[in-house]
């Protein structure tokens, strides 16, 4: 999805980490720090970006599909420590942006669609339409503020500021992977500012190390929006008894390399991820096999026929 979305940082952050050589199977210390550490620069430029019809976005958006670019900032992390914001290069402060909601569908065709909406807070601005039934949002909390400006804080992003007929930036990344024009996957997230992480580390789960789509989507995750410098972790049970845990090891060996932790006792992104089978292609005439995972995080499950 293009800017002022999540599109752009999500690519970034795959760019970076595709410098490394991932191994198969479950992450250890060293790939969650190196997720923590490119998530720490993506939010750093991402305070950049803007509506295109406002401001000219053209080099940060270069940047942030560069290779090259990507490869410059892989440069600055280190894998035995972290960093305060500053080093990242982060000059604004980050947005806080709710309330969305997320559909992945592929079709008996397949045909593909990723769909990300938003109302912004519950019930965004609590105000129903008698004419059509639509909530109404509040999206205009997601839009930077010149005078919001604190003295321990960054300043607010210029290309973000409040203009009439202006899209505010936006975390939404719906997004579908195609290989020789097939699809591949279809995949997205509800959860605010911990969409963009939690939609490439399913990515990454799954084309990088290798996991079962379920497993992919089960796996425990880890956040960070730069400003405020803490990790948000997973360590929480669901109303239907599913468990999502970052390992204690792992925990241990993040602190151990500075980085602060937060427990995050409930909610986190929603993943939506469907994959289809290329394997099973030519045998069924260009139809592959389906394979759908509705996140259990929100007591979602997946519909098909």
């Known amino acids: 999805m293009p800017p002022p979305s999540g599109g752009p940082p999500m690519i970034l952050m795959l760019n970076i980490l595709s410098q490394y050589a991932i191994p198969l199977g479950v992450s250890g210390p060293l790939e969650f720090h190196r997720e923590i ?43 035995n420590m972290t960093f305060d914001p500053s080093h990242y290069g982060g000059r604004w402060n ?25 109302v912004n807070s519950y019930f965004g601005s609590q105000f129903l339409s008698p004419s059509t039934g ?34 505010p930036l936006s975390s939404m990344s719906p997004t579908i992977v195609l290989k020789d024009e097939q699809v591949q996957a279809v995949v997205g997230a509800s959860g605010g ?36 410098n803490v990790v948000n972790y997973e360590n929480w049970t669901t ?37 289809q089978d290329v394997g099973t292609l030519k045998k069924n005439g260009g139809i592959g096999k389906l394979v759908a995972v509705s996140d259990p995080r929100k007591g979602g499950f997946p519909a098909g026929y």
């Open 239 to 275: 109303v239907s008894g599913d468990h999502f845990e970052v390992p204690a090891d792992i925990r241990a060996a993040l602190q151990k390399k500075g980085h602060i932790l937060q427990n995050l006792s409930a909610g986190g992104a929603i993943c939506q991820f469907i994959v």
């Open 94 to 118: 980050q947005i806080r942006d709710y309330g969305t909601s997320h559909l992945s569908i592929i079709d008996r065709e397949r045909n593909a669609v990723s769909m990300t909406a938003t």
């Open 193 to 228: 500012g911990m969409i963009i992480a939690a939609t490439a580390e399913v990515l990454l789960n799954h084309f990088a190390r290798g996991m079962d789509p379920f497993s992919s989507v089960m796996a425990p995750r880890v956040y960070h929006q730069l400003i405020p």
């Open 37 to 79: 550490e490119a998530l720490k620069h993506v939010f750093a430029v991402r305070m950049n970006l803007g509506d295109p019809d406002f401001v000219d976005v053209s080099k940060v958006l270069a940047d942030m599909l560069s290779p090259k670019f990507a490869e410059e900032l892989k440069k600055q992390i280190k894998d």
């Open 134 to 167: 639509i909530v109404l949002n509040n999206e205009m909390n997601d839009f930077s503020n010149p005078m919001s400006v604190s003295a321990n804080l960054p300043p607010p992003a210029p290309a973000n500021f409040i203009r009439p007929g202006k899209r």
